[in-house]
C-alpha cells in the first residue's frame, strides 16, 4: 500500500514557479501519480497524471525520476487563483487497486 | 460545474442514526467513486463501482455500504452514525475502469454528526 507524503503549506508569489513534491516510496508497478486541485467548499480537480519521466499540460508539468520513489508537480508563473490545496494520488487501474491520496498542500500565492 | 451531482448538500442527523448519499455520475461515465474527507484523516477513498460492479475497496467501514444501480447513479449507505463520521463525502466519476485515470468529482455533501 503506497504511503504518500506532501509538505503541509507552501508560500509564493505571483508569476513564480512553484514546485510541489510528493512522496510515495511504496509505490506499485502498476501505479500511477495524478495530481488534484482543490478550492475551498469544491470537490478536488484534476491537474495532471503520469507514470515515469516528464509529462506536460497546458497547466502544469509532472516530473517523476526513474525510481518513481517521488514526484514534482510544476507550476509555473502562478497567480492569485492558483491558491488551493493540491494533492497528489497514487494508484493503479486494476481490479482491486487502492487509491491513496497525500495530506494535501496548501498554496498560498501571495501579490 | 463537472457534471457529478451529489445530493443532499448537507445532511445533521443523531447519532446512531442511519442516512443515504446519492451520486449521479457525468454522462456516459461508468465508473463512480466515493470519497471520505474529514480535518484529521484527509481524503480516503471508500470504494469505487464499474458499470454496477464493486471494482475496488478502500477504507470503508462495515457500517458503511454502497451500490451502483443499472442507471449508474449509486450511493452510499451509512448506518449507526457517529460523531466521527461527521465529514465531507464526495462522489467523482470516470469513463474507464481504472481509478487512476482522470475523476471529476461532485461538490460533496456535508454530514454532521449529532
Known amino acids: 500500500l503506497a504511503k504518500t507524503t506532501q509538505p503541509i503549506s507552501m508560500d509564493s508569489y505571483e508569476g513564480q514557479e512553484v514546485n510541489i513534491t510528493c512522496s510515495h516510496n511504496?509505490?506499485?508497478?502498476?501505479?500511477?501519480i495524478t495530481w488534484y486541485q482543490q478550492f475551498p467548499s469544491q470537490g478536488p480537480r484534476f491537474i495532471i497524471q503520469?507514470?515515469?519521466t516528464k509529462v506536460t499540460n497546458e497547466v502544469a508539468s509532472l516530473f517523476i525520476p526513474a525510481d518513481r520513489k517521488s514526484s514534482t508537480l510544476s507550476l509555473p508563473r502562478v497567480s492569485l487563483s492558483d491558491t488551493a490545496v493540491y494533492y497528489c494520488?497514487?494508484?493503479?487501474?486494476?481490479?482491486?487497486?487502492?487509491?491513496?491520496f497525500g495530506g494535501g498542500t496548501r498554496l498560498m500565492v501571495k501579490p | 460545474d463537472s457534471g457529478v451531482t451529489q445530493t443532499p448538500k448537507h445532511l445533521i442527523t443523531a447519532t446512531g442514526q442511519r442516512v443515504t448519499l446519492r451520486c449521479s455520475p457525468r454522462?456516459?461515465?461508468?465508473?463512480v467513486y466515493w470519497y471520505q474527507q474529514s480535518l484529521d484523516q484527509g481524503l480516503q477513498f471508500l470504494i469505487q463501482?464499474?458499470?454496477?460492479?464493486?471494482?475496488a475497496k478502500g477504507n470503508i467501514l462495515e457500517r458503511f455500504s454502497a451500490q451502483q444501480f443499472p442507471d449508474l447513479h449509486s450511493e452510499l449507505n451509512l448506518s449507526s452514525l457517529e460523531l466521527g463520521d461527521s465529514a465531507l463525502y464526495f462522489c467523482?466519476?470516470?469513463?474507464?475502469?481504472?481509478?487512476?485515470?482522470?475523476?471529476?468529482f461532485g461538490p460533496g455533501t456535508r454530514l454532521t454528526v449529532l
Open positions: 467523482a466519476s470516470s469513463v474507464g475502469s481504472g481509478g487512476a485515470g482522470e475523476q471529476f
Open positions: 511504496n509505490i506499485a508497478t502498476n501505479d500511477y
Open positions: 503520469g507514470y515515469k
Open positions: 494520488l497514487v494508484g493503479g487501474n486494476n481490479a482491486g487497486n487502492m487509491l491513496t
Open positions: 454522462s456516459g461515465d461508468l465508473s
Open positions: 463501482y464499474y458499470n454496477g460492479e464493486e471494482r
